[in-house]
């Protein structure tokens, strides 16, 4: 990672800033067998002061109660430490109705 062709690129243009989110929670559903269709992305910003346990429990509470509704394959809670917020995904194998402040994917593939 360090040397060869990476290497060329930090020595020209620095480093990267790297961005990953560490998925704090995963919970399949009763669709888990059958192949996801839409993906849903709810993201939600860990305010100043507030107790991030706290909001990961809540988070992984919510996602537990989603992956027990019908047309689920799975549900994951990811934290993104540089921007904190908690980012929340379920996979649908049905196209559900539009949720307030997500984002709706179609899946093409899942690898």
Not at 70 to 96: M, N
């Amino acid at each position: 990672m360090g040397g060869g062709g990476f290497g060329g690129i930090v020595a020209d243009f620095g480093r990267p800033a790297v961005h990953s989110w560490t998925v704090v929670h995963e919970a399949p559903g009763p669709e888990r067998a059958a192949a996801p269709l839409v993906a849903v992305r709810r993201v939600e910003a860990v305010p100043e002061g507030a107790d991030l346990a706290e909001a990961v429990t809540s988070a992984r509470t919510d996602a537990e109660h989603t992956a027990r509704q019908p047309g689920v394959h799975r549900t994951l809670v990811a934290l993104d430490p540089h921007r904190w917020e908690l980012v929340r995904f379920t996979l649908r194998t049905d196209s559900p109705a539009p949720v307030p402040g997500a984002d709706h994917y179609r899946i093409l593939h899942l690898s």
